[in-house]
């Protein structure tokens, strides 16, 4: 336990945990997952807790605290293999193709809860640009860059800081922050082609969409499902490498392997500035459901669902979305109006 955590609310703590919540979310942007992000942001507000007496104020107290957590996450990320999406490890398979051994934990980009990483009092359009890069495909693609241009791209693109104001972060030069900017741009350009129907953050007028969702899931109604879908749609399961793309291979899965979901209850939470549901899927013959995913989609501004995750890890994901793991059969979470 930190040493924040069992203190009687030091002088300056309160102040330190105002940024939580955006240092959390940058935190994610360069690990790619949650768990690292909450160990990277309380490391930060521990280490800034203790030299307060030595800050001199030359910077502002949130750019010192960005200092700190940016080298925090440096330190993390030195001599590891960047986190990926099943997408980023090799070809499309086939609904026919077998699942090889589930990959470590540590292999993967994971979700996290928006509420770690949006701050709910944030101006609308500033909460729109945090969706929009928070989506795990962006996450996925900001993992190729090295840690010091993944750390100029957030801080210039998303957090919309100046060219000095990174400089003097990092301790370089405009010319240097400019130019490593310049070569992330190119890198995610690389990994992240457009396919013309770009996907968009969740918003409340898309509310009657997800429910047709949760319905025709609920109901396990392929037909249904299969109308939801684009035609470049990808499902993915990690821990597991296999993934598929297109109507044809999604319907085989969902009719095949996927086929023992039939029955299964959805609770909605938001992940990644998208709809997300825990899954609970039949586990016994008087109406029991047992955790098996957390399902996190992203749909096209057309309505069509372009990717389907299926993160398979309950054990550490439910917990995280405050998803409770043996839910009675009548639990109100359950029951539709």
Not at 31 to 54: H, K, M, N, P, Y
Not at 120 to 147: C, F, G, K, N
Not at 211 to 231: G, K, S
């Amino acid at each position: 336990m930190s040493d924040l955590a069992t203190a009687d609310v030091p002088a300056g703590a309160e102040e330190l945990e105002r940024y939580r919540i955006e240092l959390t979310g940058y935190c994610y942007r360069m690990l790619g997952t949650a768990f690292e992000a909450d160990d990277a942001v309380q490391e930060t507000i521990v280490r800034a807790w203790r030299g307060l007496d030595g800050f001199e104020g030359r910077s502002s107290l949130r750019s010192w605290l960005y200092r700190i957590a940016t080298n925090v996450c440096f330190t993390m990320l030195e001599g590891r293999k960047r986190r990926a999406s099943p997408m980023d490890l090799g070809p499309a398979s086939t609904w026919q193709s077998s699942l090889n051994e589930p990959l470590p934990e540590a292999t993967w980009i994971g979700p996290v809860p928006d509420d770690r990483v949006i701050s709910p009092t944030a101006d609308p359009a500033e909460q729109a640009v945090a969706r929009d890069s928070l989506r795990l495909a962006v996450i996925a693609a900001l993992q190729h860059l090295p840690p010091r241009q993944r750390a100029v791209l957030i801080l210039r693109e998303v957090l919309r800081w100046q060219a000095t104001e990174v400089a003097e972060l990092l301790g370089t030069s405009v010319a240097s922050v400019n130019s490593a900017l310049q070569r992330a741009r190119a890198t995610i350009a690389s990994t992240s082609p457009s396919d013309g129907d770009e996907p968009v953050p969740m918003s409340g007028d898309q509310q009657e969409l997800l429910t047709r969702y949760l319905q025709a899931f609920e109901r396990y109604d392929l037909n249904a499902l299969v109308a939801l879908l684009h035609e470049e749609a990808t499902l993915s399961m990690p821990p597991f490498d296999l993934w598929v793309r297109g109507v044809d291979d999604i319907l085989g899965w969902w009719n095949g392997p996927g086929h023992a979901c039939s029955g299964s209850k959805l609770v909605p939470v938001s992940a990644n500035g998208m709809v997300a549901f825990g899954q609970y899927r039949p586990s016994g013959p008087d109406g029991e459901h047992e955790p098996f995913a957390l399902q996190v989609l992203q749909f096209t501004q057309g309505g069509k669902l372009l990717e389907y995750h299926a993160f398979l890890d309950t054990e550490r994901v439910f917990p995280l979305f405050g998803l409770p793991w043996n839910p009675p059969s009548n639990h109100p979470m359950f029951q539709r109006a």
